[in-house]
């Protein structure tokens, strides 16, 4: 079934720095979704992209939808410790279901 | 107004017991998902609802678990003859609707019943 990777698993920065997700699938994917889960919170809901070659921007987040819808990435510039969090992507599962296949996550550690 | 809720937040049981999760998703919404989520994961799909009826049931690990939703509103996760391999975090999330064919809808999750099997 399709499946969404998502590099890296970890990231530590330093607070200012910049900090970009990726999310890679081996099918095209009709949409996909952001959420952040916060260290022993839920998801919550950041975007969906679900045009080829959608960028959409929230405050200091920049979410991009590749061009062959295969893959996307979430760039946040200048992260501050509000930040920390780990970070999902999720496209929908094969063949025209609306159930949605959750990436590993990338977890943000923003060091102050 | 309120977001889904999830009880008991903790269960702790003992190995061969059954458990009942329960979810109350946001009023209104149509579709309920269940989801396992495993420390330094995703979440995993178990199963969904549109209203009442059991859309798809494929994420089930096997047939100890099972999940119903009477009334198209709360819905119960049952996990009968609990085994240490099924601790987790088990998450619940409502949507509002469906929407085109393929593309999934927003979901809102609750907070999570952490489940420890001794």
């Known amino acids: 079934g399709q499946q969404v990777m998502q590099i890296p698993q970890y990231q530590h920065v330093q607070e200012g720095e910049d900090f970009t997700t990726y999310c890679n699938s081996s099918t095209t994917l009709s949409n996909i979704q952001w959420y952040k889960q916060r260290p022993g919170g839920h998801p919550v809901f950041l975007i969906q992209?679900?045009?080829?070659?959608e960028v959409k921007k929230q405050k200091r987040l920049t979410f991009q939808f590749g061009e062959a819808k295969k893959n996307s990435s979430l760039h946040i510039t200048a992260t501050q410790t509000t930040d920390v969090g780990t970070y999902f992507c999720a496209g929908p599962r094969a063949g025209g279901s609306y159930i949605p296949t959750f990436g590993r996550g990338t977890s943000l550690i923003v060091h102050p | 107004g309120a977001g889904v809720s999830q009880s008991p937040r903790y269960k702790v049981t003992k190995r061969g017991q059954d458990v009942a999760l329960r979810c109350d998703p946001i009023?209104?919404?149509?579709?309920l998902y269940w989801y396992r989520q495993a420390l330094g994961q995703g979440p995993e799909f178990l199963t969904y609802f549109n209203y009442e009826a059991q859309q798809d049931k494929s994420g089930l690990p096997n047939d100890r678990f099972s999940a119903e939703r009477p009334e198209g509103s709360i819905s119960t996760l049952t996990i009968q003859r609990t085994e240490q391999r099924d601790s987790a975090m088990y998450r619940c999330?409502?949507?509002?609707?469906?929407?085109?064919?393929?593309?999934?809808?927003?979901?809102?999750f609750g907070p999570g019943t952490r489940l420890t099997v001794l």
């Open positions: 009023s209104g919404h149509v579709s």
């Open positions: 999330a409502s949507s509002l609707a469906l929407g085109v064919a393929g593309v999934t809808d927003t979901q809102y």
């Open positions: 992209l679900v045009k080829s070659g």
